[in-house]
């Protein structure tokens, strides 16, 4: 027997595969697909305290092995989820991780803590949004911001706290210790890299917000460094993502030091993608004669 199941910071998970924020909706549609509780987990596309409708048209776009998003957070707000959505995926055999996204420490703590009194299996925070309090700035890419919104949150919650960074820093494990020093429990890497398209016949960028976060395999390598980075840095559980499409991608993460994965950009291409890495694993895992997943985190050889 293959044992696939890990452990993030008291999230029980079956295998290491779970489906990345911002690309699996609420779980409803990719349902009438998969059978979710198959994976390892499911994490909701972010969640705000009020709704919102996001930023307008055009605003996501392909580009070469990857694609271009600025779709602006629209969700439907905390209490709709609550109400309509955590209710179906409780119906599931899956933890429910929960990303969170604000504008302030306050809509930060005020949704996380509405979500961990309803006993999510977890909350992630979703560090790369403007904090309108300080003119704008982007939590994940100052450090002192990263310190007081994870601390804020972790005081206000009593389940896994996991923080996701932003790859749009100089130095990632910076952000890394000082999110885990704040409290985070877990550490999930990387978001999407700040990228901007250009359209060649009308002269106008491709998305209406003129920038855009680059994800797919073509952020693949700096994501797999960056976990490498972070996991020399810390002692937490660590989730890899970026540019996963099949079970070798997958791998190379867990070596770079990656408990569990993520799979994003794929699901759009190919909604089972994440059913068929878990298959590749048990399969990777015999043919190189491991009994555990857990045998190959962070053995990368130099």
């Known amino acids: 027997m293959i044992d696939l199941s890990v452990d993030l910071a008291g999230i029980k998970m079956k295998n290491p595969v779970m489906v990345a924020s911002g690309t699996f909706a609420y779980g409803r549609e990719y349902s009438e697909i998969l059978d979710l509780s198959k ?61 969170v996204a604000g504008d302030d420490i306050g809509e930060y703590v005020t949704v996380s803590r509405k979500l961990s009194e309803a006993k999510v299996d977890g909350v992630e925070l979703n560090i790369s949004c403007p904090n309108v309090a300080r003119g704008g700035i982007i939590f994940g890419t100052d450090a002192a911001a990263v310190a007081e919104v994870v601390s804020a949150v972790r005081e206000a919650i009593d389940v896994p706290l996991i923080v996701k960074l932003s790859p749009n820093v100089t130095d990632i494990t910076e952000m890394a210790s000082r999110a885990v020093d704040a409290g985070a429990d877990v550490l999930s890497l990387i978001n999407t890299v700040v990228g901007m398209a250009i359209d060649t016949d009308s002269f106008k960028p491709e998305l209406a917000t003129i920038t855009g976060g680059l994800s797919g395999p073509a952020i693949r390598p700096i994501a797999v460094r960056m976990v490498w980075q972070v996991a020399q840095a810390v002692e937490v559980p660590i989730i890899g993502m970026g540019g996963i ?16 994965i993520a799979v994003g950009t794929a699901n759009f291409m190919n909604p089972s993608a994440a059913l068929e890495i878990i298959e590749g694993l048990e399969g990777f895992l015999r043919g190189k004669e491991y009994r555990s997943i857990r045998e190959i985190v962070g053995r990368v050889r130099m």
């Open 245 to 260: 499409v099949k079970v070798r991608d997958a791998v190379e993460f867990l070596l770079a030091g990656a408990t569990a």
């Open 39 to 99: 994976l390892g987990a499911v994490v909701t596309k972010a969640i705000t305290l009020k709704e919102r409708k996001g930023n307008p048209p055009p605003r996501i776009c392909e580009t070469p092995s990857g694609i271009l998003n600025s779709i602006g957070l629209q969700n439907k707000g905390v209490v709709r989820f609550l109400r309509e959505d955590l209710p179906f995926l409780r119906g599931f055999d899956v933890p429910v991780i929960v990303n």
